[in-house]
């Protein structure tokens, strides 16, 4: 009779969705409500249960077993207790719960949240963490990298500038614009009234400048020559008077590169000047091979940022592609279990007969059931986003890849973005999806950005000429027109600092330029932007 007066006293209870525990001054379970008999197994003795209990707490050289049980605290503090405990189930599952404990008279109320979700989620966003610390450790390494590229090149530039003759022989790594630079300045140091410089090719030597091809009888190419003459060069027409005629010979290694050639009617004795020609020989042969060097590798070095953009994307999706495969597991263990609870408790609601709890507990119950569609198809959604195994193009609707990439984003959008869908009626394009979802997210997530407040994002697909278009229009900021032949360079981003690391637009030229298409952009200050994208699909 006792019993069931208590039972009845604390049938309140029985609506919890959370377990509750109520235990009697001597330590005694006077009440355990249906959630708590599903979620524990049974006992018939408290300091069994507690056993299974764990929480984090360090007792100093204590003996008492029972000390490291949350339950021993619930029940033995004086005032209200709240902790988060780990519980060892029968078949050596670890399942987490919120667990607080209310004093009221003789009873402890102890209620029990399920937070294992929570806790696989927190694991998992710290698990993120550290991915995302190891991408930022490697953006600051390619960041050092870029730097010491940097310096190597001011080191080059400051090489140029020592070799300088009189004041800028060496400005610059453009071939013709140091030999034109070191003219003009041995042209103001002798007074000449001609320089020129004639590049070797055997027995002759090819003025550049004029393309004009001519020879020498009488000077030695070994060394600086120093003459007075009345023709310029074998076959020449002759001066009014004698002319004094300087010839500098430009080595590299034992092989003549050219001469420079200095005409002027001021006749003297070359000393020191010597020297000093001597000093420029060696300046300018440097100056001139270094140049010729740059010319070649021009190339390489462009080809070595391409690679280190695609490196850098390799690496980031790789990782995005494994984050979202540890993610989607640890997620749908948890929804599979939240789902099929949700599908019980749907059951037992015809079996209610209290009405306005019923509708209630059904309107919860059809919230709880969207809520779990709508993670299991972000689920789906980033998995699909994210297919790395696409080693080969593949035929894909482009309508749908795009819709696939605004579920993604639509965080973004929601309550403050339109989104207009223009669609086209388009084929099957083959191409890579994945890639393809990449530059449609960059360009979707920076038009966002772009935006201030509310805006519209339009999109269109076409497909002219054999030739898919998509075009993605915002009404955002705009781009200043003196950025619009940067903003698909490498490093280059118009967002603040911290924020945008300015790969994402090179990054999407060479998805692009793979898939043998192009990438532009109109933008006008204030109106907004426009990004056209053409893929041929032949």
């Not at 069994?48 to 007792?59: A, L, R, T, Y």
């Not at 003996?63 to 405990?85: L, T």
């Not at 597991?329 to 007969?353: D, Q, R």
């Not at 300015?502 to 932007?529: D, F, Q, R, W």
Request: hydrophobic content about 40%; overall charge neutral; proline content about 2%.
């Amino acid at each position: 009779m006792k019993y069931n007066i208590i039972m009845k006293k604390f049938d309140f209870f029985r609506q919890f969705r959370d377990a509750v525990l109520i235990i009697n001054k001597k330590n005694d379970v006077v009440y355990r409500n249906h959630t708590f008999k599903r979620w524990f197994k049974d006992f018939s003795n408290l300091k069994k249960f507690s056993h299974n209990s764990n929480f984090d707490i360090c007792p100093l050289n204590s003996e008492n077993i029972e000390i490291y049980s949350p339950i021993y605290h619930a029940v033995v503090s004086k005032e209200d207790f709240f902790a988060r405990i780990s519980y060892q189930s029968e078949l050596n599952r670890i399942y987490y719960y919120d667990l607080q404990a209310i004093k009221k008279g003789n009873y402890t109320i102890i209620f029990f949240t399920d937070v294992s979700a929570q806790n696989k989620l927190q694991n998992a966003n710290k698990e993120n963490e550290k991915l995302q610390e190891k991408y930022e450790k490697l953006l600051e390494e390619n960041q050092d990298l870029q730097k010491i590229k940097q310096k190597a090149q001011s080191q080059a530039i400051r090489i140029a500038l020592i070799n300088k003759v009189s004041n800028n022989i060496r400005e610059s790594l453009e071939l013709s614009q140091i030999i034109q630079s070191a003219l003009k300045e041995l042209a103001i140091m002798f007074n000449a009234f001609k320089a020129y410089y004639a590049k070797a090719e055997g027995d002759y030597f090819i003025v550049e400048k004029t393309n004009t091809k001519i020879s020498f009888d009488t000077i030695d190419t070994r060394e600086i020559a120093v003459s007075n003459v009345l023709m310029e060069y074998t076959g020449a027409k002759p001066f009014k008077q004698p002319v004094m005629r300087i010839t500098v010979p430009i080595y590299n290694a034992q092989n003549l590169k050219g001469i420079i050639v200095l005409l002027s009617y001021q006749k003297r004795e070359l000393t020191e000047e010597i020297e000093i020609l001597e000093a420029i020989s060696t300046q300018l042969s440097n100056a001139i091979t270094t140049a010729e060097l740059y010319q070649k590798n021009i190339q390489t070095i462009k080809e070595l940022k391409e690679t280190q953009i695609q490196l850098i994307n390799s690496e980031k999706m790789a990782s995005l592609g494994q984050l979202v495969a540890g993610v989607a597991h640890e997620i749908n263990t948890p929804v599979a279990s939240i789902k099929s609870n949700n599908g019980i408790v749907a059951k037992l609601l015809g079996s209610i007969e209290d009405t306005e709890l019923k509708e209630m507990l059904t309107d919860i119950n059809e919230v709880d059931k969207e809520a779990i569609s709508r993670i299991s198809n972000i689920v789906t959604s980033l998995k699909r986003f994210v297919r790395l195994d696409e080693a080969e193009q593949q035929e894909a609707d482009i309508n749908k890849e795009l819709d696939l990439t605004l579920d993604l984003i639509r965080h973004e959008t929601k309550n403050r973005i339109e989104i207009i869908k223009n669609y086209g009626k388009i084929p099957m394009v083959k191409c890579f999806p994945n890639m393809l979802n990449q530059v449609f997210m960059n360009i979707l997530v920076n038009a966002c950005q772009a935006i201030e407040g509310s805006g519209t994002i339009t999109i269109t697909t076409e497909f002219i000429d054999k030739k898919l278009v998509v075009k993605i229009k915002d009404t955002g900021r705009g781009i200043p027109q003196n950025q619009l032949d940067k903003i698909f360079t490498a490093g280059f981003t118009t967002k603040s600092s911290g924020v945008g690391t300015g790969l994402g637009l090179a990054i999407c030229t060479k998805i692009i330029e793979k898939h043998k298409g192009e990438i532009t952009v109109n933008s006008e200050v204030g109106k907004g932007s426009e990004f056209i994208i053409t893929i041929c699909s032949e």
